[in-house]
């Protein structure tokens, strides 16, 4: 059964995640403004900033992943569910609601910054742009 002290650890780093992605969201912001005054040389500063808080969204994320591979299978399972916010079933202790309204709040500034950067993209590479690009 997953304990308070999983929650816990969890939610810390998911508090720190959402830190790093308002962050990324205000640097993607700039970023826009810098393309749109076209100034070359900031658009590679916002985008060499943003990078290094993008590694450290990762960092986030796999110390995510290590904490639910450290847990038995089933248990793993269902925190990353919770995470993902895919989970379908009772909250386990009431501890875990926390760490579950953080998540719900990680999820949504991750599609602001998502749809902060696909305008910014296409705006950048127009028909080269990443989300513009067909699949094959």
Do not use: W
């Not at 959402?18 to 070359?40: K, P």
């Not at 040389?41 to 992943?65: C, W």
């Not at 916010?85 to 709040?105: D, N, S």
């Not at 910054?113 to 590479?125: N, Y």
Request: charged fraction near 25%; proline fraction near 4%.
């Amino acid at each position: 059964m997953l304990t308070n002290q999983d929650f816990s650890v969890a939610c810390g780093v998911l508090r720190s995640m959402y830190t790093s992605l308002i962050e990324v969201e205000d640097l993607t912001q700039e970023l826009s403004q810098a393309v749109a005054r076209q100034d070359q040389v900031s658009v590679r500063m916002f985008l060499a900033m943003r990078q290094a808080e993008i590694e450290r969204l990762t960092g986030y994320q796999k110390r995510l992943n290590h904490q639910c591979d450290q847990l038995p299978s089933d248990q793993g399972q269902q925190l990353r569910e919770m995470l993902t916010g895919t989970y379908r079933g009772p909250v386990p202790v009431p501890g875990a609601e926390p760490m579950l309204r953080q998540a719900e709040k990680n999820r949504s500034a991750l599609e602001r910054v998502r749809r902060a950067d696909q305008a910014v993209s296409c705006r950048l590479a127009g028909s080269n742009s990443f989300y513009t690009k067909k699949k094959p």
